[in-house]
């Protein structure tokens, strides 16, 4: 078995691998060149694009295997690829493995893995309208998807010593070095060897700000996902890659706002130490500020969204933001731009509608009846990390506790996918949804489009035991993901991956022969 390990990209690799004489892209941001070591640095911004076009995407069956030309390479030592012979009997070279959380707990869907030729590209910092193909640099010669099991398979991988690995989804990524690839037989990669960044010295994270609310911790699902404290900083400031700004609420709810395993007590939206700016002043004030964000997370406020700039956030996601929006968040949609969508994103209930303590489906097919490959997949996906058919659920159900309903999708609605449904039992309208999403920018085609919105009725603290009357982060218990957190990481890193429409699964990588 191979051993994996990280490498430190202001080092240069001397010796065996063809990356002899590589050296960072000298842009502002993540280093890209490849070294010996065990854990790899990033800086802040850079640029997303590179000379060479990376991998060709084209949809296909397959998730967990794609590689490029059925021509074999090795690394020489003189720096370049080379082509090998065919392998006995029209084998393969190999490598396999599964890519897993920061917390290396729960494998991950739709991730890529691909071996470059080159250094990668730093990755820009902050909202930006990038296509799938623009990702994934460096010239790959072989790479290979996540299956809903977290499993992928490089086909036609190069052989030799120091392979570099890269193991991507979205703006995360870590490069590694395979030690040793030997030709024409897999070369499996350790379990749990594979996880992406807790850090941005480890690799590289997106840029995220968190806006807190008096009603829930959402902040605490990327503890919990195993993203390290020292990552958060209050507001802008830092080097860390969550950036806490304080939302409204005002602490001590009664019933039906109340969320059971959450102390809300009387401490209002929670915050950090030294204070953060409030999310009015400093983070959707204008679009200057809120650009500086791949993604944007609004945890609940117990009430409709205080103070307001609803253009500003509308002008984010158009421009290719990823938003990710808790229950009373819903005023930034149902009224305003995103409110004049024409068809409507959702028809809206306002209030806290309390549903309790359900038991959930997730949707397989469109309400459309049309195919919901990544509906199939999270359902997959629930199922191989334990969260469905737990806590009383039945078999397949996903448990929610203090669900909420104020969003129906229908095929009606166009624009939006609905993800996770009440069962029957929940006595709840058609079209109820705890979770739905849409791509932006709204009304353009499908290919156009890069930016996008999950709306969740869905609450991280409930049956969390976090203690918001305590700093960000030290509020958050580090127990193990709930079920429905679960279904919220799922939903964050198909947030954070390159947006393709919900009718398609994330597209197989094809490389380029070199």
Known sequence: MSAVHQVVPALVLVGVASLVGWSGCGARGSASGFGSGASSGAGSG?????EDAGPVFSQGEDSGSSGGSSQPYMFATDGGIV??????????TTISGKIYDPAAKDPLYGAVAYVPSKPVSALTLGVSCDSCNSLYTGSPVAAGQTDATGSFIIQNAPSGTNIPLVIQLGKWRKQLKVSTVT???DNPQPDKSLTLPANHMEGDIPNIAISTGGADTLECLLIRMGVDASEYEPGSQGPGRIHIF???GAGGFTAPIMIPG??????GAPNTSPAAPSSSSALWNSD???????????????????NMDQQVLFDYAKAGGRVFASHFHYAWFNTGPFGTSTPALADWTTGAQTIGNINASVETTLANGGPFPKGVAMKQWLGVVDALGVAGAPAGELPIVAARHNANVTAANTPSTSWIVPDPSANQSAGT??????????????????????????HVGGASSDNPSMPVPEECSTADLSPQEKALE???????ACVVPDNAPPPQVTIVPQ
Not at 262 to 267: C, E, I, S, W
């Open 46 to 50: 850079g640029n997303s694009g590179s």
């Open 83 to 92: 082509a090998v012979g065919s392998c006995p009997g029209g084998g393969s």
């Open 183 to 185: 030709a024409c037989q």
């Open 246 to 248: 304080q939302g409204s």
């Open 262 to 267: 959450l102390n809300l007590g009387n401490v």
């Open 288 to 306: 200057a500020d809120i650009n500086d964000y791949d993604i944007v997370m609004l945890s609940c406020e117990g009430s409709p969204t205080a």
């Open 433 to 458: 949804t705890q979770y739905f999403s849409f791509n932006t920018p709204l009304g353009t085609a499908t290919e156009s489009q890069c930016g996008r919105v999950v709306y969740s009725d869905l």
């Open 490 to 496: 799922f939903m964050l890193f198909d947030l954070s």
